[in-house]
């Protein structure tokens, strides 16, 4: 079974910054897309920002200026620099990545809160 581990969530000022990371264990292989979604309470989980193989990158309007999104290969472990946060950033931010053949995989999700 495939598994993604995310770290990073917590609380903080709006201003703030905060680093989420996804790491994928290595029975996942032929990643092509490592992203990160987010579902605030009451919510539908949105799109957040995406990083393909090749380094193209993906954010949602949002987020665009603020938040970055990285990936080291070697590691599986994709990245979400999230700074300027805002109030309404707050939610539940879960880790994604497709494989080929065709397959989603979900991380358990991280909770980022930020105060006003």
């Known amino acids: 079974q495939g598994q993604l581990v995310e770290s990073g969530g917590g609380l903080v000022q709006a201003g703030g910054s905060l680093r989420l990371a996804c790491t994928a264990s290595e029975s996942i292989f032929s990643i092509n897309v490592m992203g990160w979604y987010r579902q605030a309470p009451g919510n539908q989980r949105e799109f957040v920002a995406a990083?393909?193989?090749?380094?193209?990158?993906n954010y949602a309007d949002s987020v665009k200026g603020r938040f970055t999104i990285s990936r080291d290969s070697a590691k599986n472990t994709v990245f979400l620099q999230m700074n300027s946060l805002k109030p309404e950033d707050t939610a539940v931010y879960y880790c994604?990545?497709?494989?080929?053949?065709?397959?989603?995989?979900w991380g358990q999700g991280t909770q980022v809160t930020v105060s006003s």
């Open positions: 994604a990545v497709d494989v080929y053949p065709p397959r989603r995989y």
């Open positions: 990083i393909i193989r090749g380094g193209v990158t």
